[in-house]
């Protein structure tokens, strides 16, 4: 079946650690999301891709990097995580969007991050 | 930009009554469209279903519906005849146009609980 993948399901970091979060899709869409979703509160975007061309949200902090290597892969850099990081990261693949259609986003189990 | 609102929290129901999910939005574009989302502890974002602004009649999937009335700017959900499995975080989302690709804007959600 196609879908979308996030590895691990569970991550483990310190205060200050780097750490990689990954994303990988087999429908072939072009463009991927990260959101970010701290405990009881709604999903915030991240950055997306829109194929190659990366597109950060204006408050999101330079600690968070991204990199899409190919079509199917999306990683999540955190450089040097912080408690306030510690949150469920979801990767949500979608078909260019970008005029007003129906453009449902497909979501992968999400990675919970948790820094100690 | 677009808002969302869900102004309730917690919704507390018996097994196999019908709930209704309130959802509220505001934005100054004439072609929008709306999403609501499942979210079970396991963190997974589950797509429900969507309505367009110019869609004609509501949306409809299954055991779910949604009470579209576009003067009030609401887009309820609707869940009939209630199952234990519902039990989760419902969220109510709007898209929103960005650089080649459309975000989600996110209600704060609402935890919904079936009772037996």
């Known amino acids: 079946d196609a879908m979308v993948i996030q590895n691990p399901r569970y991550q483990v970091t310190q205060f200050g650690k780097p750490v990689t979060l990954s994303c990988s899709q087999t429908l072939n869409h072009n463009v991927m999301y990260w959101y970010q979703q701290k405990s009881s509160q709604a999903p915030k975007l991240l950055f997306h891709y829109y194929d190659k061309d990366f597109n950060n949200e204006a408050d999101t902090p330079d600690n968070f990097q991204s990199r899409r290597p190919n079509t199917s892969f999306c990683f999540l850099d955190i450089r040097s995580p912080g408690l306030g990081d510690a949150a469920m990261y979801l990767c949500a693949t979608s078909r260019r969007g970008d005029r007003s259609s129906y453009n449902e986003q497909f979501f992968g189990p999400g990675t919970r991050l948790t820094v100690l | 930009a677009q808002k969302i609102t869900q102004t309730q929290p917690g919704m507390f129901v018996q097994e196999k009554e019908a709930v209704t999910l309130d959802c509220t939005y505001d934005t100054s574009d004439q072609s929008y469209g709306l999403f609501w989302y499942k979210q079970p502890s396991s963190g997974e974002m589950i797509f429900l279903i969507y309505?367009?602004?110019?869609?004609?009649q509501n949306a409809t999937e299954g055991r779910y519906s949604l009470n579209f009335q576009k003067a009030r700017k609401s887009a309820n959900l609707v869940i009939s005849a209630s199952q234990l499995g519902d039990s989760a975080m419902y969220f109510c989302a709007m898209r929103e146009r960005i650089q080649g690709a459309q975000k989600l804007v996110f209600g704060q959600g609402t935890r919904l609980t079936i009772n037996p």
């Open positions: 309505q367009g602004s110019y869609d004609e």
